[in-house]
């Protein structure tokens, strides 16, 4: 956006000669390409990827306090994993029962 901006100012200061129009109408065109193609190939997968890790972070946060909280008062071991299991999705709950064995 910035480059854009840039472009179309440099364009409105030369309108008394329309020679030189065409390079900041140039460097807007350009600046707003690269911005949209940067904003959609790489932060915008980005930004989705650290949403991702940020909710699975804040949910291993919860099961671990969700775990202490358990244990510091008095629930049994089984009492505990099934609450804790309910963090866990299934696909993860199966490898774990088969682990145990």
Do not use: C
């Amino acid at each position: 956006m910035l480059g854009t901006l840039i472009g179309l100012i440099q364009m409105l200061q030369v309108l008394d000669d329309p020679s030189k129009i065409g390079g900041g109408m140039a460097v807007a065109l350009v600046t707003s390409f690269w911005g949209a193609f940067m904003a959609n190939t790489l932060f915008l997968p980005l930004a989705g990827k650290l949403k991702y890790r940020s909710a699975e972070e804040r949910n291993v946060r919860r099961l671990v306090i969700e775990g202490v909280t358990s244990i510091q008062g008095g629930d049994s071991p089984r009492i505990v994993r099934e609450k804790l299991y309910t963090f866990i999705n299934p696909g993860a709950r199966e490898t774990l029962e088969k682990a145990k064995k």
